[in-house]
């Protein structure tokens, strides 16, 4: 079994900050350069693929759908499954530019994972959903019925702390990693536990000393 872990292109959000106070953080678009990853992305999925269906679980933003539409995967994509699971970490409702750069503030001292939004989640928030979908993919991909690739197109957080929640990586850990670019892929195999094709950016050694090499294959599951 594998699964294919896609960050959405680049968002209108990405390049301004101001946006999320006109437009809700899930209706934000792609750039024409987002649409251009999207686009350059679909024959390396393609190649991954090497023909085989896949199942598709991408959050339900109006970003990460259009990413997936860009792939043009086809009939190959053998079934579509919106996952509101897979979403953003939620920041609250339309957002005050000022209070935002607050928060930011508060959040990188505080860290990254406990720290709660007011009116939204903390990363702590996101890792617990997302408990609950995995359990919920492993049983699906167990079915005969299923594809033996499920493609995941989603946002940075999301995918960093879905990776934490697979591989038992510290809080740490998670803390000093970067977000994929915009349209990179990393790729999750099982045989006997999950193993990750290759290990996320790191802006700082985890202060506890773990590293993604001694969190690079997971428990037997």
């Known amino acids: 079994m594998r699964i294919i872990l896609l960050r959405h292109g680049q968002s209108l959000g990405n390049v301004d900050e101001l946006a999320y106070c006109r437009i809700p953080d899930h209706a934000l678009p792609l750039t024409p350069r987002g649409e251009r990853e999207a686009a350059e992305a679909g024959p390396r999925i393609k190649e991954l693929l090497g023909g085989a269906p896949v199942a598709v679980y991408v959050s339900p933003y109006v ?14 994509a053998e079934r579509v499954v919106a996952e509101p699971r897979l979403r953003e970490q939620d920041w609250g ?15 990188h001292a505080f860290g990254h994972f406990f720290f ?18 995995l359990v919920d993919l492993e049983a699906r991909m167990a079915h005969p019925d299923h594809p033996d690739t499920a493609l995941i197109v989603s946002h940075g957080l999301t995918i960093r702390l879905l990776c934490r929640r697979l591989f038992g990586w510290s809080v740490e850990l998670f803390e000093s990693l970067s977000n994929l670019e915009t349209c990179e892929h990393r790729v999750l195999t099982h045989d006997g536990g999950w193993t990750l094709d290759r290990p996320f950016a790191q802006w700082r050694d985890s202060p506890d000393g773990e590293t993604q090499l001694r969190g690079q294959r997971s428990p037997r599951r």
């Open 63 to 76: 970003r990460t759908r259009a990413t997936l539409r860009g792939l043009a995967l086809g009939e190959q």
């Open 93 to 107: 409702n339309l957002q005050d530019p000022v209070r935002q750069e607050v928060l930011k503030h508060q959040r």
């Open 116 to 133: 709660r939004l007011p009116n939204g989640e903390s990363g702590a928030d996101v890792d617990d959903r997302l408990a609950a979908f």
